[in-house]
T-cell receptor, first 109, second 114 residues
């Protein structure tokens, strides 16, 4: 699986939007861009995924660059419960997920 | 209602023992996985399994073996436990025909080898 690069940590204030970046310059045409998050003492949780177009769901939005070499996970209003490690992962059907270090998001009240 | 469940939640055991961790999913998925998260918090895939094939991460010692009695279960057997096996083990599942490959994870089993 192609590699992704994310900042080690980010901080946000509660109620403000958060933009979590991910670089994946070696992405192939069939790779889906996935975001998972892991809250303290819990298993990873699916957040959102996309292929080429921007995506929205109840948890977040995913903005994908036109060349697909980068993407941004957007939390529109961060809450304390959003404090977690966020993982950006590239995957093709049936392949095993390869987790990197992720971005630790800290949310300040 | 839990989609992916694991038992036990905590497991404390002595070096050299053999233990099993159970995983069940009620999502109707056909592919299941085991991951290991060590003390540095890195998540590493160990196995991917469906009724067609078992894919093993080459770094996993052969003391670890997955066993699937049916599509809804994938248990992890560990023989001759070592101190370095202490970690959190996560089970996950997905539908192989779903091109996006979204996986759903269990809550984890915290294994401590003394």
């Amino acid at each position: 699986d192609a590699k992704t690069t994310q900042p080690n940590s980010m901080e946000s204030n509660e109620e403000e939007p958060v933009h979590l970046p991910c670089n994946h310059s070696t992405i192939s045409g069939t790779d889906y861009i996935h975001w998972y998050r892991q809250l303290p003492s819990q298993g990873p949780e699916y957040v959102i995924h996309g292929l080429t177009s921007n995506v929205n769901n109840r948890m977040a939005s995913l903005a994908i660059a036109e060349d697909r070499k980068s993407s941004t996970l957007i939390l529109h209003r961060a809450t304390l419960r959003d404090a977690a490690v966020y993982y950006c992962i590239l995957i093709h059907a049936g392949n095993m997920l390869t987790f990197g270090g992720g971005t630790r998001l800290m949310v300040k009240p | 209602d839990t989609a992916v469940s694991q038992t036990p939640k905590y497991l404390v055991t002595q070096m050299g023992n053999d233990k099993s961790i159970k995983c069940e999913q009620n999502l109707g998925h056909d592919t299941m996985y085991w991951y290991k998260q060590d003390s540095k918090k890195f998540l590493k895939i160990m196995f991917s399994y469906n009724n067609k094939e078992l894919i093993i991460n080459e770094t996993v010692p052969n003391r670890f073996s997955p066993k699937s009695p049916d599509k809804a279960h994938l248990n992890l057997h560990i023989n001759s436990l070592e101190l370095g096996d202490s970690a959190v083990y996560f089970c996950a599942s997905s539908h192989s025909e779903l091109l996006s490959g979204t996986q759903y994870f269990g809550p984890g089993t915290r294994l401590l080898v003394l």
